[in-house]
Each structure stands twice: as structure tokens, then as C-alpha cells.
């Protein structure tokens, strides 16, 4: 009955650990795709081309949607990251 146990425990822990680095991943990516690529597309189309900023106010405005969208990301991993350690915390407790 121990081992039973003791292998469900490192059957879920392990995809727990398999989640979690998923989910970490995922982030990451997106750390780094969106804020840059919001950067240069937002400078290019919305700011220069739509509002026919100068260069350098397009440079500006297009940093603080980079700073705008890094914030966004981190918020949004924070708190999928607390939802699935609060769930994987019940789910333990029930056992």
C-alpha cells in the first residue's frame, strides 16, 4: 500500500514539475516575442504610419507599449502561477 502510494506521489509530482515548467516556458516565450514585437510593429504602423509621428516620438511612445506589454506578461504569470499552485495545494490537501 506504501509503495502504491508513494508512486502516485511521484507520478503527480512529476507532472506537477512538467506543468509548471510548461507554464514557465510559455511565459518566457512570451517575454521575449511580445514586447519586442509590439515594439517594432507599433513604431512602424500605429505610430509613424497611422499618427505620422517624427522618428523620435515614435521611438518613445513605441517604449512605453514595450514597458506597457513586459507589465501585462508578468501580471498574467503571476496570476496563473498562483491559480496552479492554489489548486495544486488543494488537490494535495484532499489526499
Known sequence: LKKRNLASFNAQNEGSLTSTLRTLLFFTALMITLPVGLYFSS??????????MSDRDSYFYAA?????????????????????????WREGKQD
Open 64 to 88: 512605453i507599449v514595450a514597458v506597457v506589454t513586459v507589465h501585462v506578461v508578468l501580471a498574467l504569470f503571476v496570476y496563473v502561477a498562483w491559480n496552479e499552485g492554489s489548486r495544486q
Open 43 to 52: 513604431k512602424a504602423y500605429i505610430f509613424e504610419g497611422t499618427l505620422g
